[in-house]
């Protein structure tokens, strides 16, 4: 197991002052890195994509855990930082220059692979709607590790009845398993965010028959872009919809945050 320097140490000798504009936080305390990199589980010799490693620590963490790496960062600063620790962990880091926006993830890694990621707020949930989306399921990836603000995390893991239930919880939860894992204060980052984080962890499940992805994120952002109203007044944009909600029983007096992630489902495929 490689010995290595402390990391703040790598960055002052390598000069990566945190750029707001690349929404860099980084993690200095070692011992809750590690703590994030056992959340996927056991990582011994399993690939795992890395998106914005920065400096590396998450990165270290990853390796000491047995993964082998593929780090994604678009910030050339880091590189030389990144290069020493490929070094340190030899033919285990593959570090890749480049927007994770930009990138076919599936192809690059030509095997399943986990997903751990602390990523600045923009790219982090650009990036999860890519990977929960589209048709092709089960997904190339087999977990989703990914800080996010706090309040984010919650949208994602909500429950049907609550405010912060919506598209997201959907988008999570039809075809996958969705918890909070972990909650990071502000004050375990350098520099801190204004606001607190919290990991959440995402797993694949069965798709269900039937259901279109595009079939239910059309039924999704029509409910919820008006979530206050009745469905069968937000509903009314979206074609069939209300005569499907007829059929299965559901009430058009009913408001989007009341149904079920399974009623969404049921109507989906009435509709298809
Ligand atoms: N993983 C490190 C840690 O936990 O300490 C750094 C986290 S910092 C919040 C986010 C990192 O993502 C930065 O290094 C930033 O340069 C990188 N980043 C931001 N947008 C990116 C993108 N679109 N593609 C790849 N990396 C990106």
Redesign the pocket.
Known sequence: MADLPP?RDIIARHGLS??KA???????DEHL?DR?AAIPGDLQDRAVL??????????RALLRAGARVTA????RR?LPALAELAEAFPGRLRVIE??????DHATLMGEPFAVV????YN?GTA?FTRWLGGKKWPPAWTSLTL?FQQEVARRIVAQPGTGAYGRLAILAQWRGTANLAMKVHRSA?TPPPKVMSAIVHVTPEAMPQGVPARVLERLTEAAFGQRRKMLRQSLKSVPGALQAMQKIGIDGTRRAETLTIDEFVILARQLD
């Open positions: 990391l945190a750029s690349l929404g860099q936080n980084f993690l200095l890195r994030i890395e998106i914005g490693p920065g400096p590396g620590g998450l990165t994604i960062e678009m910030d880091c480049g927007d994770a926006l930009k990138l990621a602390n990523l600045p790219v990036l800080m980052f």
